[in-house]
């Protein structure tokens, strides 16, 4: 049942998007992944919101009603340190040039893009019974050269309704022992004393918890100015 950007696959176990030459699905086509207590929904171009306990009242990451820009609150970044040419494994938020494929399966999505001689593969789930996303990400050099990349994870928290409201009142911290980024929101009465985290199994080499530092002044997400 192909048609023309999307078909199933695996004997219907999966569906599948190829999004080429800046095409998108007529509206976001997104795959909900959870277990009892926490999820994540993902569109094809990659755009996804994380909850816990409540999509609605206790969303970890933004989620947007626009059917048509599709924004994101959490995205990877690959930057190639020899030409500082910056890539992403998804659609959004930044496209470069060839098919973006996403594959929404059962309790998974994975996306798959190549740019910049590198092969990208990002694989997201949620395990059974831990409130985690997990989001795999594996490159694969596809020239003759050795190449030096700096993988960047950037996520915007919310800990409620949603950012507006929250934002005045989150803290964040970097956690001495793991590395791990803590975030803390003390004035969500319904879902109190949470503590929010992000991670890179550990190799993270720095982190910023300022959002317009990142972004730079007026910026945004296709070209942040880190």
Same mark, same amino acid.
């Given at each position: 049942?192909f048609?023309?950007?999307?078909? !199933?696959?695996?004997?219907?176990?999966? %569906?599948?998007?190829?999004? =080429?030459?800046?095409?998108?699905?007529?509206? +976001?086509?997104?795959?909900?992944?959870a277990?009892?207590?926490?999820?994540?929904q993902?569109?094809?171009?990659?755009?996804?919101?994380?909850?816990? $306990?409540? &999509?609605?009242?206790?969303?970890?990451?933004?989620?947007?009603?626009? +059917?048509? &820009?599709?924004?994101?609150? $959490?995205? !990877? %970044?690959?930057?190639? =340190?020899?030409?500082?040419?910056?890539? &992403?494994p998804?659609?959004?938020?930044? #496209? #470069?040039?060839?098919?973006h494929?996403? #594959? @929404?399966?059962?309790? %998974?999505?994975?996306? =798959? @893009?190549?740019?910049?001689?590198?092969?990208? $593969?990002?694989?997201? !789930?949620?395990?059974?019974?831990?409130?985690?996303?997990?989001?795999?990400?594996t490159l694969?050099n596809?020239?003759?050269?050795?190449?030096?990349?700096?993988v960047?994870? %950037?996520a =915007?928290?919310?800990?409620?309704?949603?950012?507006?409201? &929250?934002?005045?009142?989150?803290?964040? $911290?970097?956690?001495?022992?793991?590395?791990?980024?803590f975030? @803390?929101?003390?004035?969500?009465?319904?879902?109190?004393?949470?503590?929010?985290?992000?991670?890179?199994?550990?190799?993270q080499?720095? !982190?910023?918890?300022? #959002?317009?530092?990142?972004?730079?002044?007026?910026?945004?997400?296709?070209?942040?100015?880190?």
């Amino acid at each position: 049942f192909f048609n023309g950007i999307g078909g !199933f696959a695996k004997g219907g176990r999966e %569906y599948v998007t190829v999004l =080429e030459d800046g095409k998108t699905t007529p509206a +976001p086509w997104i795959n909900v992944i959870a277990n009892d207590g926490f999820g994540f929904q993902v569109s094809s171009t990659g755009s996804s919101s994380t909850w816990a $306990e409540n &999509s609605r009242e206790n969303r970890l990451t933004p989620w947007s009603n626009d +059917p048509v &820009s599709d924004p994101t609150g $959490e995205a !990877f %970044y690959i930057r190639a =340190e020899s030409t500082s040419e910056v890539f &992403s494994p998804t659609a959004r938020p930044l #496209r #470069r040039p060839g098919p973006h494929i996403a #594959r @929404h399966g059962f309790g %998974y999505s994975r996306f =798959e @893009h190549q740019a910049g001689g590198i092969r990208f $593969e990002l694989l997201q !789930f949620v395990p059974l019974t831990d409130p985690v996303k997990i989001s795999r990400l594996t490159l694969q050099n596809l020239s003759d050269r050795a190449r030096r990349l700096t993988v960047v994870s %950037y996520a =915007e928290p919310v800990m409620g309704t949603s950012r507006a409201a &929250s934002a005045p009142f989150l803290t964040t $911290e970097c956690d001495a022992k793991t590395g791990a980024i803590f975030a @803390h929101n003390p004035w969500n009465m319904a879902f109190p004393d949470r503590v929010a985290f992000a991670d890179l199994a550990g190799t993270q080499t720095g !982190f910023a918890a300022d #959002r317009t530092g990142f972004l730079g002044r007026g910026g945004g997400l296709a070209a942040p100015a880190a």
